[in-house]
């Protein structure tokens, strides 16, 4: 699914796995004992339960298929699970993080799952800001949630109130 002439959304392959790794550590995990290494994310990436997509393209000098984001969402009977997204920051606030949700969203509706949970750091206003602009409300704190270092907010989503108008 493409989104801008620049970059295009695909299900991530093996071979994407460590540049997906590289940036969770850095962007989502930094602070905290790594989780998602390499044999982790392709685990989640042959999992009939788990979905893995990356935003691929040309931007700030990068080759065409440079890894510009990713995202890795785990479903349920009736539920998913955003487990990780995160977009390069030189490359946010250019619809890569919208574009890879929203394809995340349509494949649940697809699916017949309509509530998706999530979970953020307290410290990443940006993430929760980027979230509740797109309808996710916040439901709860967790104290010590990130390996006792971080409280986490956790965000959820009904998307029964789908509209077309939600990918576009």
Known sequence: MGFDMNYEIALAE??????????????????????WDVPRVVRHMRRRDSIVIKAVGRDSGRDADALLGFAIMNFQQDAAHLS????EPDCR??????????????????????FISLEV??????????YRTLGYDEMDRVVGYYSGIEDAVLFARDLRVYTTENFD
Request: a positive charge.
């Open 14 to 35: 093996p071979a994407d796995a460590q540049g997906i790794a590289s940036m969770s550590e850095r962007l989502i995990e930094y602070g905290l004992p790594l989780s």
């Open 84 to 87: 990780l997204l995160a977009v």
């Open 93 to 114: 606030r250019r619809k890569i993080g919208r574009g890879l949700l929203a394809w995340l969203e349509e494949t649940a509706v697809t699916a017949g799952t309509f």
């Open 121 to 130: 750091r307290t410290r990443n206003t940006a993430a929760q800001h980027f």
